[in-house]
């Protein structure tokens, strides 16, 4: 996994509560056996039509956004378990996901990849909307040191939280399959009582 | 301490706790599927480390799987893959397959209770949401992603924080044509799609306690559509009824010994939970959805309500505020899904449209949720009798649930399904679901528009 330490980005807007996974990727999208490739379809069919063209009104689709930060709405990446909606925004240059709710499979798999999940408050999120909406150009900070989130224009910010051993894992690129592999006797034990 | 039941399960099986951190929760049961599992098997193999507990691991393909001619080769080549590369694994690895010709295959939430894999009292796992469908056997089962199968593999544990903890307590009898399916999309209506994030639910009451093995099943496998991370209830003696004499099921001494244990399995009476609801079954009417999330649930004569903030999916849906389902023409039924392809909800569709004939208009399809369902089906006798109403009975899998297989519904076409997700697309590209129990969706089949079952004659 990568390390994560602090980035400084524009960022790309979508104002829609309750985005489930299976529209951040499609199942027929997940037939591949590997991790890559994800970020073409990532949310497909509300980003491209039935001729395969990009449909003019979603927000990837617009050029006036970029950027590696991604401002969700409420309840994000709810539903289905697929890792693959982790993998599609990461793939597709996303570093951090912005809301004021995500569901937790989501959030696991989003921490397990080295995407980082910003949870803010449901003001702050319509105010950072708001301030990309009107100026694309408005860059935003996310500090993982600091757990702070702030927009780089007004210096209006919020913390985050974040647990503390998924921070560690996250700033050194660990993940958790490196720490339960170092404790396989302590497993064996376990199993013998 | 007072302990929830939830709780007496998790702390016997925490091996290790990290200061600040997780506790590492070591897991019984982890089945796998051909869509969640490949990248975590690649990621074990790049590490050079084997699979810990191989005999602990059980796998199915079901999600890509064709529901007709199953002897052949699958004829999507990508599916078929996916289909090649679980066998692979699971040979490579040591792991029990029940894959497509096996006698036991199946969806992979309706065979692990089946053949007995499911007990009581376990920590179970799958790359799927769907898992907390275990919980009904009194299980803390949940959905895991494709970096945690990895972990389980690698481990057999996870690292994983206590949730919050939520009771639902339903009493009372269920009014006619009521189902454990009304009352989970009750639930979820009231709740909404996120309602029950961060929490885990337990599932209390004469209700529930009332419920078959197969109903409480139905309950717990929507938990997640609430948001919730999985959703339990305690077992008794019905549960020990269905666990006992299956294949993977303890025997003998064993057994007695097991049920020792499974006795402790309840909510102490102190115990406190974060969030505690209360519901009457006798206000709870046959529900449908009419949105795009599970929580988007009327009963079935209501009209659709005029929330805000629900224009994008009333307009996804071709719906309006204030219209009523009820009524209203549909011409695909889907009955089946990890949530209503057991042996009872077959027997409760056979039984409703027995001497009825499907409308002209309908195409409606019977997916068993597994091969030993699909026998049940036949000796039983009832593949007669939803064939000569017109169903066509296809084979095990997950079928038009999720779109991934043949299975699909076509674009702009209105379907009852019994399955978990009304989500955009989610049945096929455009395709929109409305979701409901087997018996609403049967006699929908009938009628050749939505029905309301207590006045289906």
């Keep these: ?31 591949a056996t590997d991790r890559e490739g994800f970020g073409d379809n990532l949310f497909r069919d509300w980003r491209y039509n039935d001729q395969n063209e990009p449909k003019a009104g979603f927000v990837l689709n617009n050029q006036d956004y970029s950027g590696t930060i991604f401002l969700a709405g409420k309840n994000f990446g709810s539903g289905s378990s697929r890792e693959h909606a982790a993998w599609a925004l990461y793939d597709y240059g996303f570093k951090v996901v912005v809301s004021s709710f995500f569901a937790d499979i989501f959030k696991n798999n989003a921490l397990n990849n080295g995407l980082l999940p910003v949870q803010v408050s449901d003001d702050f999120l319509a105010s950072l909307q708001e301030k990309v909406e009107s100026d694309p150009s408005e860059k935003i900070v996310v500090d993982l040191e600091t757990q702070v989130i702030r927009l780089e224009s007004t210096g209006e910010e919020e913390s985050f939280e974040i647990n503390p051993y998924k921070k560690k894992c996250l700033q050194n690129g660990y993940d958790d399959i490196d720490y339960l592999v170092s404790i396989l006797d302590k497993v064996e034990e376990f199993e013998k009582k | 301490m007072a302990q929830t039941l939830f709780d007496k399960i998790w702390d016997k099986h925490v091996v290790d706790s990290i200061p600040d951190g997780p506790d590492v929760l070591y897991i019984d049961r982890h089945f796998i599927h051909e869509v969640t599992s490949p990248q975590a098997f690649t990621g074990i193999e790049r590490r050079g480390i084997a699979v810990f507990r ?27 893959l996916q289909v090649d590369r679980l066998s692979e694994n699971c040979k490579n690895h040591n792991i029990q397959h029940f894959h497509l010709q096996h006698e036991n295959h199946g969806i992979v939430h309706i065979i692990g209770p089946e053949l007995g894999i499911t007990q009581p009292g376990q920590t ?59 009352v989970i999309l009750y639930i979820i209506s009231k709740l909404g799609a996120g309602g029950g994030t961060g929490y885990f639910v337990e599932y209390a009451g004469s209700t529930f306690r009332n419920m078959s093995m197969e109903a409480r099943m139905t309950v717990c496998n929507m938990s997640i559509e609430m948001g919730a991370r999985g959703g339990l209830i305690a077992p008794d003696d019905k549960t020990l009824e269905y666990v006992k004499g299956k294949k993977y099921s303890p025997h003998g001494e064993e057994l007695d010994q097991k049920i020792e244990g499974w006795k402790e399995l309840y909510t102490d009476d102190d115990a406190v939970f974060d969030l505690e609801l209360n519901y009457e079954a006798s206000s709870i009417p046959p529900m449908v959805t009419y949105g795009t999330n599970p929580g988007m649930g009327i009963p079935v004569d209501h009209p659709i309500p005029t929330n805000a903030g629900e224009e994008k999916s009333l307009e996804y849906m071709g719906l309006k505020q204030g219209e009523k389902l009820l009524e209203m023409p549909v011409n695909y039924v889907f009955i089946g899904s990890c949530t209503n392809a057991r042996i009872e909800d077959f027997r409760a569709v056979a039984n409703l449209v027995k001497g009825h004939q499907k409308a002209s208009n309908i195409t409606a399809y019977i997916v068993p949720g597994s091969k030993l369902v699909e026998k049940q ?15 066509e009975i296809r084979q095990p899998g997950c079928s038009a649930c999720l779109a991934m297989n043949d299975d699909k519904v076509p674009q702009g076409e209105y379907c009852v399904s019994t399955s978990n997700r009304n989500f955009e697309g989610r ?17 929908t089949a009938i009628n050749g528009k939505i029905t309301d079952v207590r006045t289906f004659e």
């Design chain 2, 377 to 391: 089906i036949d000796d039983e006798g009832l593949r007669e009798v939803l064939g000569d109403a017109g169903f």
């Design chain 2, 54 to 80: 191989p005999d602990s691991v059980f796998a199915t393909p079901d999600h890509n799987v064709p529901t007709i001619d199953q002897h052949l080769t699958i004829g999507d080549k990508l599916s078929r």
């Design chain 2, 124 to 182: 179970i796992v799958c790359g799927d949401s769907h898992t907390a469908t275990h919980g009904a056997f009194g299980c803390i089962a949940f959905g895991i992603g494709t970096s945690e199968v990895e972990m389980v593999l690698a481990s057999q544990c996870l690292m994983q924080y206590k949730p919050k903890k939520m009771r639902i307590t339903v009493e009372g009898d269920l009014n006619k044509g009521v189902t454990s399916k009304d």
């Design chain 1, 1 to 31: 996994m990568e390390k994560f330490t602090s980035i400084v980005s524009r960022a790309v807007p979508l104002r829609e509560e309750n985005v489930d996974t299976d529209q951040i990727i499609p199942a027929r999208f997940l037939k």
């Design chain 2, 427 to 443: 049945q096929g590209p455009k395709s929109r679901t409305i979701l409901a129990s087997p018996l609403t969706a049967a006699a």
